[in-house]
């Protein structure tokens, strides 16, 4: 079955601290996934994707096909980071985790 | 250039009415999404549509119906809503390419309440 698990509900962090938000897959076939957030009274929208490798303000992430992760990492939050942030499994649906609250405080 | 929208953006329901959340999207795309976004559970999947005239069930399909008669449309139904459904949903869509590749655009969400 296809699973996108993100095991925290909250993350808080001080300005300029380093960042990692979990996320662990399930699925049989080879993943792809993205990171979506939302900022406060706004849609979510597209952060990163696995298949272009980007990294989009500062946050990168790896596939890490052993472990079946797809950790997202900032080096320095900044506090306008602050949002929801979900990790998402694409196949024919297109299946999110529970999400992870960052909470970065000056 | 309008994106996606949904309508309405709020309602209020009675145990067992029954209502229809439009989703409409002008980007000539392929897919189309229904999630609904719960404290603590995150976005989870409803039904969605891979093109005209096609659905297929996600995660939570029970309780909930939907139609894909235009490309541009789908429709979410509640036949007789209850409290359980009290939710923010979202409607995506995107175009039709590698998974991987096409990221979801999506609406502003409607929140909807079942007393």
């Known amino acids: 079955a296809q699973r996108v698990t993100q095991p925290e509900k909250l993350l808080s962090v001080f300005k300029g601290a380093p960042v990692e938000l979990k996320c662990n897959y399930s699925y049989s076939g080879s993943p792809e996934l993205f990171w979506y957030v939302q900022y406060s009274r706004q849609r979510l929208q597209l952060l990163l994707r696995h298949i272009s490798r980007e990294s989009i303000k500062g946050f990168t992430a790896d596939l890490n096909k052993g472990e079946t992760s797809f950790h997202l990492k900032k080096p320095f939050a900044q506090e306008e980071d602050s949002a929801m942030y979900y990790c998402?499994?694409?196949?024919?649906?297109?299946?999110f985790g529970t999400g992870t609250r960052l909470q970065v405080f000056p | 250039n309008a994106g996606v929208t949904q309508t309405p953006k709020f309602r209020v329901l009675k145990t067992g009415q029954s209502m229809t959340l439009l989703c409409a999207q002008d980007m000539n795309h392929e897919y189309m999404y229904w999630y609904r976004q719960d404290p603590g559970m995150g976005l989870r999947l409803i039904h969605y549509s891979v093109g005209e005239g096609t659905t297929a069930k996600g995660e939570v399909p029970d309780g909930y119906n939907v139609s894909r008669l235009k490309k541009q449309n789908f429709l979410l139904g509640l036949e007789s809503a209850a409290p359980s459904q009290t939710s923010v949903y979202f409607c995506?869509?995107?175009?039709?390419?590698?998974?991987?590749?096409?990221?979801?655009?999506f609406g502003s969400g409607t929140q909807l309440s079942v007393l």
């Open positions: 998402a499994l694409d196949t024919d649906k297109l299946i």
């Open positions: 995506a869509s995107r175009p039709m390419g590698g998974y991987g590749n096409e990221k979801l655009f």
